[in-house]
């Protein structure tokens, strides 16, 4: 667990780098809000919470409420889990304090029976990223439709989310079985497809804030490049980041399983697959990247 925390915060820091160090990505001047003191924020997905403390880490944005929604995939009201969110306090050493609540994201927002329940028009802004695992496919456009329903009139919402498709920018790199990488990807796409996941939505985020009505709109990706040929990075092993990705991200569902069902794969090939695509990701004559 603590590896996989490590490797979202890695995450964070080289997706912010790609942001030009920016938090909060909407135009300048536009947040926090002329006139209002103590902005509100909301964050889905909050994890470790490494966004909120870099967002209240600026001087900008200290004054910021923020409310963390961590994604929680069980049905028990989310004010049964208060004593165990105060015990992990202790453990998260240097982030800011923050309103913390953990809810089923693929359930809406107003079957939340707690005191804690989120507001109509409560948000100045609304932080959401790296959910695909998480949220279900179909779930999405909802999902958005009541994001907009949480956001004051003028508010703004963010959306950050990975497409795990590696990529040569020479093109060396086929989309055959004979590449490890693409095995990866495929298997992943396969794994997330067959748990009602869309391991590409990030590409749908434009047409779906469309469809519910947002305006000014941008979508579009950046390149995360891999490996010594890229320049734009100095103080993150982004090669590091992805081994470790490929190594967790599909383990439980490729070579996991319920009780009473077969996993896709045994542990022995998953490994293999695994050992095979971190091999080909050091060979930097591929110039290799995925998006954001």
Avoid at 141 to 160: A, D, N, S
Avoid at 224 to 247: M, Q
Wanted: with cysteine.
């Amino acid at each position: 667990m603590i590896a996989e925390e490590e490797r979202c915060d890695e995450l964070h820091e080289i997706v912010k780098q790609v942001c030009r160090n920016r938090i909060v990505l909407i135009p300048s001047g536009q947040f926090p809000p002329p006139g209002v003191d103590e902005p509100e924020v909301l964050d889905c997905g909050f994890g470790n919470g490494v966004w909120i403390d870099d967002l209240l880490g600026v001087q900008e944005y200290e004054d910021c409420k923020v409310v963390g929604v961590d994604i929680y995939l069980g049905n028990r009201d989310d004010d049964e889990d208060d004593d165990d969110d105060d015990d992990d306090d202790g453990n998260n050493d240097g982030v800011q304090e923050f309103e913390r609540k953990r809810w089923n994201l693929n359930a809406p927002f107003r079957a939340d029976p707690s005191p804690s329940q989120l507001k109509r028009e409560q948000f100045d802004l609304v932080n959401s990223r790296f959910l695909a695992e998480g949220i279900n496919a179909d779930r999405w456009p909802t999902y958005i439709r009541e994001l907009k329903k949480l956001l004051k009139p003028g508010g703004w919402l963010q959306m950050v989310e990975l497409e795990l498709v590696f990529q040569s920018d020479n093109g060396r790199l086929a989309p055959n079985a004979s590449e490890p990488l693409y095995v990866w990807s495929e298997w992943y796409r396969h794994a997330m497809t067959q748990r009602n996941k869309n391991p590409r939505v990030g590409q749908l985020l434009g047409q779906y804030l469309q469809t519910e009505g947002f305006d000014n709109v941008w979508s579009g990706p950046q390149r995360l490049e891999i490996g010594r040929w890229n320049s734009a990075f100095s103080n993150i092993d982004i090669r590091a980041n992805v081994s470790k990705t490929l190594e967790t991200v599909l383990l439980w569902p490729c070579a996991g399983a319920p009780a009473g069902q077969r996993p896709l794969m045994s542990l022995e090939l998953y490994r293999a697959m695994v050992q095979n695509a971190q091999a080909q990701l050091q060979n930097d004559s591929l110039r290799l990247y995925y998006q954001v």
